[in-house]
């Protein structure tokens, strides 16, 4: 009872005085694992194996700055200016160029240019998900696309993969029985060319097979392409968009072969989702960086930007070449990975009663850094397995990284082999993406 002329009696204090305001959907947002222990994953004296960070060291950095600063002492009042949602026209017309590299006939008008793909995820993801629908996604997945699926409320049926990449049997027995469940699947997501996390890549006699699954039930595909320019052996694969444009949405950036900090990326739709995802796009941040494009489309004009990506193509080989011979020198019998032909990630699966997330802050006190196998699938699954980047340290700290690996690894045998395995304890799901888990 309140007695008049004293404040009421307060309950519990929350450690979030907002609690209570947030909308429902945040309730999936979680941080991602590395995250959590970034401040010392960072540290020099840990070699970090989980971020999917671009090696940058191999840009012309003495050419590009010239660039930059004639860019800016010519094209300031512009490249400082607000611009289009749609993106910088001449920018739009060198990536269709880029893609036709893929077998993509695109035009400038369908493309709409991003803060990087990320947003292009989410904005299609806003367009398309109502909450409770659907999203068919490869299982494992990239973090970031399961955070963008989980904020809006969307349900993720993960479809397993094999050594050629999604099962075209496996797909249409989700959506067969998603159509039994009464759920309205609204897309297929996948990353067909060497997948981020598990390194593999979509056969091509898949692909057409895949589209025509997709087409009878009535899904829209939307495909992920960070990586397809990175072939090892310079081979690129036809993208799905050049063979179904109407029922394709096409996801690119430039942060893996360029830049990642300009933070510039793209979306190809059909020409009505255009007019949505620039909308869309007015609405989440009225118009990308006019400058960064301007950047993306000077280097893109003056600089052997092809070249690049066949010295990023050589360096990527060199560090996943190290990358595998030091599993194949260190790792303990039981463990298991694939061979990745382009990309960034090598999946590996640890030998039976290891969780890798329980491992990791063990890991990393050993000066180690990965990310964990459950971040990537929206149902809990992945504690076998962990995902090694490549692409950022030297070939000498990559296979230090992995021998420290190893030896955490058995050190975790040799616990489980004492007192049991890990059991029981609480299953991950989507996490917020982060730098490094991209």
């Not at 409320?153 to 797909?171: C, E, F, I, T, Y």
């Not at 050993?366 to 950022?392: E, K, M, N, P």
């Amino acid at each position: 009872m309140t007695v008049p002329g004293q404040p009421a009696k307060q309950g519990p204090r929350s450690l979030d005085p907002h609690l209570r305001r947030y909308a429902a959907r945040t309730a999936g947002m979680t941080a991602s694992e590395i995250r959590a222990l970034f401040a010392v994953a960072s540290r020099p004296e840990v070699v970090s194996l989980a971020g999917g960070m671009p090696h940058l060291a191999a840009l012309p950095l003495e050419s590009l700055s010239a660039e930059i600063g004639q860019l800016v002492a010519s094209e300031g009042l512009v490249a400082l200016q607000y611009g289009s949602a749609h993106g910088v026209p001449l920018l739009r017309e060198q990536i269709c160029d880029v893609m036709a590299l893929e077998g993509i006939n695109g035009h400038p008008d369908d493309v709409v240019v991003t803060v990087g793909s990320q947003m292009g995820l989410d904005m299609v993801t806003r367009i398309f998900c109502d909450p409770g629908d659907v999203v068919i996604a490869e299982g494992p997945s990239y973090v970031g696309a399961l955070g963008s699926f989980t904020a809006y409320q969307a349900q993720v049926v993960h479809v397993a993969m094999d050594a050629d990449g999604l099962v075209p049997s496996l797909l249409r027995e989700a959506l067969e029985a998603c159509r039994r469940a009464g759920q309205r699947v609204k897309f297929l997501y996948t990353i067909p060319n060497f997948h981020n996390p598990a390194g593999v890549t979509l056969a091509v006699s898949r692909r057409a097979e895949i589209l025509e699954i997709c087409r009878t039930y009535g899904v829209l595909v939307v495909e992920d392409n960070p990586y397809g320019l990175l072939g090892f052996d310079g081979q690129t694969y036809p993208a799905l968009r050049s063979l179904d444009p109407d029922n394709v949405v096409y996801l690119g950036s430039f942060s893996k072969t360029f830049a990642a900090g300009l933070r510039v990326g793209w979306v190809l739709a059909p020409h009505a989702v255009r007019e949505k995802l620039v909308l869309a796009a007015e609405s989440a941040t009225l118009c990308p960086p006019t400058l960064n494009q301007m950047i993306v489309s000077r280097y893109l004009s003056t600089q052997d930007w092809k070249g690049q990506i066949k010295t990023y193509r050589e360096a990527y080989r060199e560090r996943r070449d190290a990358a595998i011979s030091a599993l194949e020198q260190h790792m303990p019998q039981g463990s298991t990975w694939n061979i990745p032909d382009g990309g960034f990630y090598v999946w590996v699966t640890v030998p039976e009663g290891i969780d890798t997330k329980a491992m990791l802050p063990r890991a990393v006190t050993a000066r180690v850094a990965y990310a964990s196998g459950t971040g990537f699938y929206a149902d809990g699954f992945g504690s076998r397995q962990l995902r090694i980047s490549y692409c950022y340290p030297t070939p000498e700290r990559i296979r230090e990284g992995v021998r420290r690996l190893a030896n955490v690894i058995e050190d975790e045998m040799q616990l489980a082999a004492t007192f049991g395995a890990t059991t029981g304890r609480q299953l991950s799901g989507p996490q917020t993406p982060s730098p490094d888990t991209a």
